[in-house]
C-alpha cells in the first residue's frame, strides 16, 4: 500500500499517466491513474489513509484544507527525479467526500521537432505548408487531451527559429513557456480578459499571434481583424474534426465573409491507442464489418488481446493522427455561403483524408483496431 505522496507522483510520471483520480466510494478511496486515455484501477485506501493524502496535497498546493464543502482548484511544481513537472490538481464534493483529481503536465520537450511529432513525411509536408503563410488563421482541432495543444506549440516553436517574427500569446493557461515568446496570461479578476488581452497584443506589432482557446464571438471577430491586418494568427478549438471547426466559426456568430477571408488551414487531430504487438491476434475481416467500415472485405486485419506487457488491456502507447484542410478558394466561397454540406460533399469528390480515412489506413498498417477506428464514427 503506497500512501507516501511523493511516491505516487513519481510513479505516475514514471509509467506517463496523465491524471490521477482519487474516488471515494462508500469506505474505501479507489486511485485511478489515466494511461493511454483510458482509466486503470491502481490502489484502494481506506478512508482515514486517503485523509491523510488529501491533506498533505491541499497543504502543499496551498489550498483551505479545512474546506471540503465547496470545490478548489490549485497547482504546486515538484522536482521529479530532477526534472520540475507541474501538478494541475481540483477537488469536488461528492456525496463519499472529497474526490481528489491531478493533472500531470508532463515538461514539454523543448526540442520536440516536427520530423518528431509527424513521422508519416505526408503530415509533415502538410504541416510545413501550414505554417508557411505568412497571415491567415491556423487552428488545431481535437478533443481533450489530443495533443492539439503540443501540435500548435511545436507550430510556434518552428515560427520561432532564427527569430525574426514577433511572437505574442495569450493562453489560458500557460502551459508550457516558449523562448523567445511574449507570452501573457489571461485575469479576467482584473479585468484582462482575452478580448482586451489580445487589442493590447496588437498594439505590441507582432507578426504572430497565438490564442490558447476561442470560446466567444468577440475573441474570434478580433482574432479575424488581425488576419485581415496582416497577421498569422493561430488558436486551437474544442471540436473533433475539420469540418466541425468550420461548422463552430459559423456557429460563434462572426460573419461567414470574415471567416473565409481568414480561413488559411485547420488541423484536426486524435489519438489512438496502438495494438499490443506481443499479444494482438490477426483475423480476417468479415462482410458486414468491411462494409460498414470501409475496408476490402478478406484483409487481415488486428485484434486486441491482453497479456502481461499490456497490462490486460490489449494496448501499448498511442498514436496521433492528422487532418489538414488547407481551404482553397472554392472552400472558402462554401464557407462564405454557409454551405457546410456543400464542403463535405466537396471534400469527399476531392479526395481529401479525413480522420476516419486516416485511422482506416492505421487499421490496414496493422498499428491499431477497428474497436479503435469505431469511437470516431
Ligand atoms: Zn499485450
Known amino acids: ?26 469506505g474505501v478511496c479507489i486511485l485511478y491513474y489515466r494511461l493511454d486515455g483510458a482509466l486503470k484501477e491502481m490502489e484502494r485506501y481506506n478512508l482515514a489513509q486517503y485523509q491523510e493524502i488529501l491533506t498533505r496535497i491541499k497543504g502543499m498546493s496551498q489550498l483551505d484544507i479545512g474546506e471540503t464543502r465547496l470545490p478548489q482548484d490549485g497547482r504546486i511544481r515538484l522536482a521529479i527525479d530532477s526534472k520540475n513537472v507541474d501538478f494541475r490538481l481540483a ?3 461528492t456525496i463519499f467526500g472529497e474526490k481528489l483529481t491531478v493533472r500531470i503536465m508532463q515538461p514539454m520537450n523543448s526540442h520536440l521537432s516536427p520530423e518528431q511529432i509527424f513521422t508519416n513525411p505526408e503530415d509533415l509536408a502538410n504541416f510545413k505548408k501550414t505554417i508557411s503563410h505568412a497571415f491567415g488563421l491556423i487552428l488545431f482541432c481535437g478533443k481533450t487531451g489530443s495533443g492539439k495543444t503540443t501540435t500548435a506549440y511545436t507550430a510556434i516553436q518552428e515560427l520561432s527559429k532564427g527569430q525574426k517574427l514577433s511572437i505574442h500569446s495569450v493562453e489560458d493557461p500557460v502551459e508550457y513557456t516558449l523562448p523567445t515568446v ?12 482575452f478580448p482586451s488581452a489580445i487589442r493590447c497584443v496588437l ?12 470560446r466567444d464571438q468577440e475573441t474570434m471577430e478580433l482574432m ?16 473533433s474534426d475539420s469540418i466541425s471547426a468550420a461548422q463552430r466559426l459559423l456557429e460563434i456568430g462572426v460573419s461567414p465573409y470574415m471567416a473565409a477571408s481568414a480561413l488559411s488551414t485547420v488541423v484536426s487531430q486524435v489519438l489512438l491507442r496502438r495494438v499490443c504487438k506481443h ?10 464489418t468491411a462494409l460498414h467500415f470501409g475496408i476490402l472485405e478478406g484483409l487481415k486485419i488486428k485484434e486486441a488481446r491482453g497479456c502481461e506487457s499490456c497490462n490486460h488491456t490489449g494496448y501499448r502507447g498511442r498514436m496521433a493522427i492528422y487532418e489538414f484542410l488547407h481551404f482553397t478558394k472554392a472552400m472558402k466561397d462554401m464557407i462564405r455561403a454557409q454551405n457546410i454540406t456543400g464542403l463535405q460533399d466537396h471534400l469527399v469528390v476531392s479526395g481529401h483524408k479525413s480522420l476516419k480515412d486516416r485511422a482506416r489506413e492505421a487499421v490496414v498498417a ?7 477506428m469505431s469511437r470516431l464514427t
Open 1 to 26: 500500500m503506497q500512501t507516501d505522496l511523493m511516491q505516487i507522483f513519481r510513479d505516475a510520471c514514471a509509467k506517463k499517466a496523465s491524471d490521477l483520480h482519487f474516488l471515494p466510494q462508500d
Open 91 to 93: 477537488t469536488l464534493p
Open 182 to 193: 511574449a507570452q501573457t496570461q489571461i485575469q479576467p479578476k482584473f479585468g484582462l480578459g
Open 203 to 214: 498594439r505590441h506589432d507582432p507578426d504572430v499571434l497565438f490564442v490558447s482557446e476561442v
Open 224 to 239: 479575424l481583424k488581425a488576419v485581415v491586418t496582416g497577421h498569422l494568427v493561430i488558436s486551437s478549438l474544442h471540436v
Open 279 to 288: 499479444c494482438c491476434e490477426e483475423v480476417t475481416l468479415d462482410e458486414a
Open 366 to 372: 496493422g498499428h491499431t483496431t477497428i474497436e479503435e
